[in-house]
């Protein structure tokens, strides 16, 4: 009989040739546990989407209450079912005024593709604005406003009428004219290394579009649901997008996306062609069950309010000679390093040592930092022991 991780090298898809190899076998709080039952601190939170830390119970007993009355029924945006309206409220009624219109996808890219095409119908207009370094997803929209020529290279020809811009330089927002359809922005850019944008460069940015009639998308797929300190991190600049983007920590675990936008911009899709975006099973109603257990259990909790003081002790103690830089907001952070090579071994030495941490897309010498946000200061204190005990290694 073949190991698992004979199957896995084997009949699962390798996207690279050097994959982590760690078998899980439960999940649980802040901790991953393999088959001989040892414990990893998780300081990715399976990128940014384990928030409320791994099979939270309330996420749990959301789930099988569902399970109990009906999984997949029938095609998005036919039948009325109590999951997806009920999330779709409570998630309008955490936005402003203007997001109130919830299109739930299965993923971030998803997200990502039906937002490009609601601003084009919305405008009637085709040329999208994005950014240098930008991450929304790996399909074949998502991709084409991906801002690293490296991942698009092999796969064109890709959208045309895209074009680029460099984050916080205020001279290029004049390249944002009234032919633009859109500006995709994360709120915070996380496959960059975690690039923070100035808060007066955003209301620029806002002010431009509305000059223009731009659609501004903000994609919070990595950056939402309390991972900065705030529900969502455009709270931080005080500046509200026409369309907002969510996936990662929405379902608590479970795979779902949304983008979101006014009722007066989401109707284009009704007409010319009626069934102007589709799905089979977005909104899945198990992951909006439990979509909707996990933004209560965030609110109820208050799990946002603690995430200030958790950033303050890992800048406090991640203090080393090799460090560059520590990068970000909340629990989204990056520490820079030298090189690659480097990141690599200390990323395998703290795995070595019970503690998971990960890399960047788009900034390959720099470390990820995205604990669950329940994680505990005594447990930062031993994960920050465990990085720089790795860095002084390497
Ligand atoms: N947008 C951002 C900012 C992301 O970080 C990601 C994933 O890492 C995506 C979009 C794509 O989401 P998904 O992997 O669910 O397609």
Redesign the pocket.
Known sequence: MLSHKQLFLLNTAQTSDFPRLLEIEKAEGCYLIDPTGRKYLDLVSG??VSNLGHRHPNVIEAIKKQLDKYLHVTVYGEYIQAPQVLFAQKLSSVLPKNLSSVYFT???????EGALKLAKKFTNRSQIISFHH??????HG?LSVMGNEYYKQAYRPLLPDIHFINLNNKQQLDDITSNTAAVIL?AI???AGVRVPDADYLKALRTKCNETGAVLIF?????GFGRTGKLFAFEHFDVIPDIL?L??GMGGGM?I?AFIASKKMMDVFKDNPILGHITTFGGHPVSCAAGLATLETILAEDLMSPVEEKEKLFRTLLKHPKIKEIRGKGLMLSIQLDNFKQVEAVSKTCVENGVIIDWF?HCDNAMRIAPPLIITLDEIKFACKVILGAISAH
């Open positions: 990128f940014a299965n993923s971030g890219a998803e997200a990502t930008a991450y929304h997803g790996s399909t998502a994360e850019q996380g496959e994609d919070e797929i990595q950056t983007l996936a990662k795979p996306g897309l």
